[in-house]
């Protein structure tokens, strides 16, 4: 990526060996990751006509996440960058999440941010890009591993979350009453695993056909939805009380691409007088061009972001 913002190559390798076991094995990504990086990078320094020697600025995550990946990519960039005599970046992969959607929205402040991917839940109150805190996040299962715990219940493939969406567009979305865990607490907290297990225990109870896929799969996704709508409501309210400024919100990382969620969201933006905002596409799951663009934006612009992950930060 140019300081401009160009990409100039692009490159997603999607590791399909973790859909025959149902998730991410550490082992056999670590492994992948360590047989393709060469390869890959040979080709992005291909596909932008860009020499080794004219990079300025190396980066990679350095977590949170699989140390077995964090470690190969980080090692490795940090070697290019060490051979090159140019400076390395660590990036924390949640900080690039909630940078994502400044790539292409002026965003102003205060912001609050829902970060909702497979390994994550969380939102961030963004007083400026030097202040971020994490003011709630999840206490048991992230959103989109519930999208897979469920979609495993019910039999349909890994990744669950497009699975479970599609088969949701023809079911009844009011056919299941299933529980909403903290929604009431004066919090920002989120929880999961409770839905999951309604659903478990509905499942045994029933034949597991395609209609019955497609309304708990319905019902599943408005309960989320509830879940995630009810909590930045609070949010919204929390922040209103102590700023007179307009607040913006942005829904960042994979689970941000359900269309029906992004749907649900717009009764908020009715409500509320609020535009939520989101990243491109190809910024919504980890990849090189999220990490890239957050290096970008912290390095030539000299912010100092202190990302804190402490949930019992008030806002
Ligand atoms: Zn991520």
């Known amino acids: ?72 990519g980080s090692t490795f960039a940090k070697s290019l960058a060490i051979g090159s005599g140019k400076p390395f970046v660590p990036i924390n992969h949640l900080e690039a999440h909630v940078l ?44 989109g591993e519930a999208f897979d715990k469920v979609a495993k219940i019910l039999g349909l493939p890994y990744p669950g979350g497009h699975e479970i969406e599609i088969k949701a567009l023809k079911g009844n979305e009011n056919a299941f009453d299933l529980p909403q865990p903290l929604v009431k607490d004066d919090n920002l907290n989120f929880s999961f695993s409770g ?3 309604s659903i478990n225990l509905i499942a045994k109870k029933n034949i597991i056909d395609d209609s019955f896929i497609k309304d708990i799969a319905a019902s599943f996704q408005k309960c989320v939805g ?60 980890d990849n090189a061009a999220m990490i890239a663009w957050a290096t970008i934006l912290k390095h030539f612009n000299n912010y100092d972001i202190n990302f804190k992950a402490n949930p019992r930060l008030s806002i």
């Not at 350095?62 to 077995?68: D, E, F, T, V």
């Not at 009810?230 to 689970?255: A, E």
């Open 226 to 285: 509830d879940i995630l709508v009810s909590k930045l409501d609070r949010g919204i309210k929390k922040l209103s009380k102590n700023s007179s400024k307009k607040i913006s919100v942005s829904v960042v990382g994979g689970v941000a691409n359900n269309n029906y969620l992004r749907k649900y969201f717009k009764n908020l933006e009715t409500k509320e007088n609020i535009k939520f905002v989101y990243p491109p596409k190809y910024m919504m799951n």
């Open 100 to 143: 994502s959607s400044f790539y292409n929205n002026e965003i102003t402040f205060p912001h609050l941010c829902l970060l909702i991917t497979g390994g994550h839940t969380q939102i961030y109150f963004l007083k400026n890009l030097n202040k971020i805190n994490l003011v709630g996040e999840t206490v048991d299962d992230a959103v």
């Open 1 to 72: 990526m140019k300081k401009d913002k160009t990409i100039l190559s692009h490159i997603v390798y999607s590791q399909e060996i973790h859909k025959k076991h149902g998730g991410v094995v550490p082992e056999l990504a670590s492994r992948a990751h360590l047989e393709i990086l060469q390869n890959i990078t040979k080709q992005a320094l291909k596909d932008s006509g860009v020499k080794l020697e004219e990079i300025n600025l190396f980066s990679a995550t350095c977590g949170p996440g699989l140390i077995g990946g964090l470690l190969i």
């Open 195 to 197: 839905l999951k297990t």
